[in-house]
């Protein structure tokens, strides 16, 4: 963590981290609430505009493509601030608890939030695209693809991506609530080379940055840096979500995927992006995992849970085989075909998270029948493994 280092050595480690920050070519910058909303609520435009111009000019004409920032990095920007710019034109004095309340500021928030950006760029010369997306669409397979697509065909047209949760139709279970976590996914979907989290906190803290005796923490080389750290709540704002503990886990998933982040405040921004020794770098981790199967792991929530018996968790932990209907003894949950499922053991505990292949009501009448049981009483379509292989991850 901070701990500190001879006068040489931190200038050795923070060329490191300058190098790896400049050398991003393909960069995802989250904003949240906090940085986007004046103390009365509303969208305090200054600060957006400060954001966009920090995003970079446009290239010269005839340069680079103009979706990229002046040194030619390509950018894609997650904003939340649609709930907190809301609020005003509804009459609310601050962030509602309930839902429905919420989805109702979202709405009319985004559409003004999206307005001010594309002012904003438009400053620049520069167009942009509002991708609003739930959790479904970056943790099912073929949303995910379909997500990815429609990201890399923004950037190929020079289009500056601006990605939220859609919140108006996200319901309580199903939903980020911060866009920390969704910007770590995002990152990793976009095979980005830097995440840039920005708040309005300069950097992760020991403590309560608030309370005296509390130090920023200057880089996270791995877990062993955040022990003992207070990963507190939100701040003073009243509109962000989450507060550090989402930011911490929105770093833990992207430096997962071997993709670094840093974590400073909105006026920090040309300086975290030129590599400035500013904020708190998170390492990448150097072994990077199936990117799949990580993603499985950790983003979705699963639906549903299937209760194994000991001989179905040894083929699946211990070998690695799909599982079948006849080592499943009980199903929760009301999942449909494709959705994520953890997998239990006896004592209720996760062994492993699977994309399942049926519905949650075909599978009681299957359990404990074999394979070769079920297609003759069922027809072929029965034959198929509950959960196979290539959609498990043991965790
Ligand atoms: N250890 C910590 N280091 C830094 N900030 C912290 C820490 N614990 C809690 N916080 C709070 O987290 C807040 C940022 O999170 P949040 O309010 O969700 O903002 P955003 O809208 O940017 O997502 C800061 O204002 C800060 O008060
Ligand atoms: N999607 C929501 C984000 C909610 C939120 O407050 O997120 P954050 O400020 O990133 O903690 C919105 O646009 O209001």
């Known amino acids: 963590m901070g701990t500190p280092k001879g006068g040489s050595e931190a200038t050795a480690q923070n060329r490191r981290v300058r190098d790896a920050v400049t050398a991003a070519r393909r960069v995802v910058v989250k904003i949240g609430s906090s940085s986007l909303t004046t103390a009365t609520g509303g969208l305090a435009d200054e ?3 400060a954001l966009v111009d920090a995003l970079g000019a446009p290239p010269p004409a005839g340069a680079a493509p103009a979706s990229r920032t002046a040194d030619g990095r390509e950018v894609v920007l997650v904003s939340s601030g649609a709930i907190a710019a809301g609020l005003a034109p509804l009459g609310l004095a601050r962030r509602p608890r309930d839902l429905a309340t919420q989805q109702a500021a979202a709405s ?3 559409g003004l939030l999206i307005g001010r950006y594309a002012a904003a760029f438009a400053r620049h010369g520069r167009t942009v695209g509002q991708v609003l997306l739930t959790v479904d669409d970056v943790t099912r397979r073929a949303h995910y693809r379909n997500a990815y697509r429609t990201l890399r065909k923004l950037l190929d047209l020079r289009a500056v991506p601006i990605v939220n949760e859609n919140d108006t139709v996200a319901t309580e279970e199903i939903r980020f609530g911060d866009n920390d976590r969704l910007a770590a996914l995002v990152a990793a ?8 989290l920005l708040s309005d906190v300069d950097a ?5 940055p608030s309370r005296p005796g509390s130090r920023r923490i200057a ?3 791995d877990e062993a840096d955040l022990a003992g750290v207070d990963i507190g709540g939100t701040g003073r704002s009243g509109v962000g979500t989450g507060g550090m503990v989402t930011k911490v886990e929105a770093a833990r998933i992207a430096t997962g995927f071997g993709i670094p982040v840093v974590l400073t405040s909105a006026t920090q921004a ?9 904020g708190t770098y998170f390492h990448p981790s150097l072994r990077r995992p199936a990117a799949r199967l990580f993603w499985l792991a950790h983003a979705t929530s699963p639906r549903g849970r299937l209760h194994l018996d000991p001989g179905a968790v040894a083929a699946v932990v211990g070998r690695r085989k799909s599982l079948l209907p006849a080592g499943i003894t009980a199903v929760d949950g009301a999942f449909t075909a494709g959705d994520p499922v953890d997998l239990v053991d006896t004592s209720g505990a996760p062994v492993a998270r699977g994309l399942v292949n049926y519905d949650a009501v075909e599978l009681p009448g299957l359990l404990g029948r074999s394979t ?9 379509a029965y034959e198929r493994e509950v959960v196979h292989r290539d959609d498990l991850v043991l965790l």
Do not use: N, S, Y
């Open 372 to 380: 070769a049981d079920l297609a003759a009483a069922l027809g072929p």
């Open 189 to 196: 979907l976009v095979d980005a080379d830097l995440l840039v």
């Open 108 to 110: 009319v928030g985004q």
């Open 270 to 278: 040309v300086a975290a992006l030129a590599g400035e020794p500013v």
């Open 47 to 49: 600060r957006l505009d």
């Open 204 to 208: 992760l803290w020991t403590g309560d």
């Open 219 to 221: 880089e996270v080389r």
